[in-house]
């Protein structure tokens, strides 16, 4: 079992950085793919990014490369997504979640534990 909590969203202007955290419970989470997703308003939740177990593997939707950053810190039980360059297009609630599965990493229902999510809101 993971619990997840994430932090750190808020209002910035467009061009602006935020960084959030995700503080997880559970002895097991090195062994977990962790995870983010965001959800706009009248939209579908969809990928951010991914990071492996160790760390040594991202992978990001092709809307936040170049500007996001996926971590973790395994002896602290966190990952973090930073944020820069933000644009009014990345306002949105942003979820971390965890999985043990390998593959089909892009969709949601491959992951088993969400947080409550962040809202995170950029202004023009």
């Known amino acids: 079992q993971v619990q997840l909590v994430e932090s750190g969203g808020g209002l910035v202007q467009a061009g602006g950085s935020l960084r959030l955290s995700c503080a997880a419970s559970g002895r097991t989470f090195s062994r977990y793919f962790m995870g983010w997703f965001r959800q706009a308003p009248g939209k579908e939740r969809e990928f951010v990014a991914r990071i492996t177990w160790s760390h040594s593997d991202t992978y990001y939707a092709d809307s936040v490369k170049g500007r996001f950053t996926i971590s973790r810190d395994n002896t602290n039980n966190m990952a973090y997504l930073q944020m820069n360059r933000l644009k009014p297009e990345d306002t949105a609630v942003y979820y971390c979640?965890?999985?043990?599965?390998?593959?089909?990493?892009?969709?949601?229902?491959?992951?088993?534990?969400w947080g409550q999510g962040t809202q995170v809101t950029v202004s023009s």
């Open positions: 979640a965890a999985t043990q599965k390998t593959s089909s990493w892009r969709s949601s229902g491959t992951y088993d534990y």
